[in-house]
């Protein structure tokens, strides 16, 4: 059963009569020499700005709508109907499903599990949202790209290690440990691609890798509170700041464009965890999960600009954006359902029953040209 609490917007018609927006052509980088085989950037001063709403590929515009929804705790993915708010399927997403992860190329949806010795992946076609065989990995926690595409990098959360894979044949070709960053997981570009900045979940601690080298450049030791646990990890769309939410500091820590220094602190809510940013690169959204809300930010400012309170309480967790960026999906992780809300007010449009321990849920099709991996960091 599904609770609808308000109007769902365009019919399944209505949205097929939309025209299809185009991604504009890609022109020279704004940000610089760009690392070798990363793609360029079609608008200076937005790294999204190929991800617009309705910026739909050719590759996907026929792909189906769904919502994938990974179940850590039943092992299983539930798929949600975005136009009825109906779970519609339910299929094995492999031992500790993470998150649901878009290839480089859009082409294969990626189910990422982590149980050790036991995770892997589990493809799934996004043409007919069907899944493929299980491909036993070593603890798929979360799964990024490299920025020309072609390799995987798996984040072997429990090791320590990066573990990179080819992408045509999916072995291993390389892989780097780094035991001073505990509970190694969510991670993003600079706009360049040339660094990363990854959390420590485990560790109160931020590291900075060179792409090309996997050296450690330097790291940060968290200053908001000393059993910090950082989350997400993202560039902000002028390329000139990563956010990263903190599940302990409950609130988002601010670092320059090439992460070599903090500048700053944001008070959310408790278990500040995820961050999405809205279609017009102007807002992120910030998912606090022990408060039951989503703090509303301006990026021009990076001040929060509003509060929205799931009603009756709930765990926002992590999503995305539907393709218009009318309607922000997250995974409520301790309450066993989905979370449907109007990026308009806030209202809280519907609460889906799904499985056990729902995370890192997908919709589907996005806006973009290629995907760096986890649930929605398109380009």
């Known amino acids: 059963m599904v609770l609808l609490l308000a109007g ?4 399944a018609a209505e949205e097929r009569r939309q025209p299809p927006r185009t991604p504009p052509a890609a022109s020279p980088s704004p940000f610089g020499p760009l690392v070798a085989g990363m793609p360029t950037y079609s608008r200076a001063g937005d790294v999204y700005a190929g991800a617009g709403a309705d910026m739909l590929a050719d590759q996907v515009r026929d792909d189906r709508a ?3 929804v990974p179940n850590t705790q039943s092992n299983d993915v539930s798929v949600i109907d975005p ?37 892997g992946l589990v493809p799934i076609d996004p043409r007919t949202g069907k899944p493929g065989e299980f491909r036993r990995l070593e603890d798929v926690y979360n799964l990024y790209f490299t920025p020309e595409g072609k390799q995987a990098i798996v984040v072997a959360e429990a090791y320590q290690r990066l573990d990179f894979y080819d992408l045509g044949s999916w072995e291993r070709v390389r892989s780097k440990r780094y035991p001073e960053c505990a509970g190694i997981n969510h991670m993003d570009y600079s706009a360049d691609g040339k660094i990363m900045l990854f959390s420590c979940e485990f560790a109160n601690r931020m590291i900075v890798l060179d792409t090309v080298s996997l050296d450690k450049l330097r790291e940060f030791t968290l200053t908001e509170t000393s059993d910090g646990m950082p ?7 002028d390329g000139q700041h990563f956010l990263v939410a903190d599940m302990h500091a409950h609130g988002v820590y601010v670092f320059d464009a090439q992460a070599t220094r903090q500048t700053g602190f944001i008070p959310t809510g408790r278990g500040a965890h995820g961050i999405y ?7 992120a959204y910030v998912t606090n999960r022990d408060a039951g809300s989503i703090t509303v930010l301006d990026l021009a400012t990076l001040k929060p600009t509003a ?9 926002p967790d992590m999503g995305g954006l539907s393709a218009d960026g009318s309607k922000l999906w997250l995974s409520g992780r301790y309450h066993n359902e989905v979370y449907v809300i109007s990026t308009q007010d806030g209202k809280l449009l519907a609460r889906i029953p799904v499985g056990r321990g729902p995370h890192g849920l997908t919709i589907w099709p996005q806006p973009g040209r290629y995907s760096l991996g986890h649930t929605a960091n398109i380009r």
């Open 231 to 237: 989350q997400d990890t993202r560039l902000t769309p």
């Open 66 to 68: 769904l919502v994938y």
């Open 83 to 119: 136009n009825t708010y109906q779970v519609v399927e339910t299929f094995p997403g492999g031992p500790e499903p993470q998150h649901v992860v878009p290839s480089y190329d859009l082409r294969t949806l990626y189910v990422a599990s982590s149980k050790i010795p036991d995770g």
């Open 277 to 283: 940013f809205s279609r017009d690169s102007k807002l």
């Open 307 to 315: 509060t929205w309170k799931i009603p009756g309480g709930g765990s």
């Open 8 to 11: 769902s917007g365009c019919t």
